[in-house]
């Protein structure tokens, strides 16, 4: 089984960056998605972006087009989200999550297997 976890979260002013790291364990991925979700009070988790560990080819949300980035290491077991230009509408707790042998990059919830405990971001204004 593979257990992911968040870090990075923090409390950041409106124009200001986060990066947050997704650290996966338990078995690597051959062919997977991670993607980046995230949920604030009262909403539904809602898809902000992705990465296929193979090709790393990458997808975005509309709403963080030209602000996040997602990358990865070397050593292929981290994923990052690097957030500029936050806005407090970025307010959410981050999950990132993973898909095992996938072809493309899921941009749904319940597409994906396995999930992270989540990390806090706060934009405050």
């Known amino acids: 089984q593979v257990q992911l976890v968040e870090s990075g979260g923090g409390l950041v002013q409106t124009g200001g960056s986060l990066r947050v790291s997704c650290v996966a364990s338990g078995r690597t991925f051959s062919s997977a998605a991670i993607g980046w979700f995230r949920q604030a009070p009262g909403k539904e988790r809602e898809f902000v972006a992705g990465?296929?560990?193979?090709?790393?080819?990458?997808v975005y949300a509309d709403s963080v087009k030209g602000r996040f980035t997602v990358s990865r290491d070397n050593a292929r077991n981290r994923v990052y989200l690097q957030m500029n230009s936050l806005k407090p509408e970025d307010t959410a707790v981050y999950f990132c999550a993973a898909k095992s042998y996938t072809i493309g990059i899921p941009t749904t919830r319940g597409a994906y297997d396995y999930w992270g405990p989540g990390t806090q971001v706060t934009v405050s204004s």
């Open positions: 990465m296929h560990w193979r090709s790393g080819s990458t």
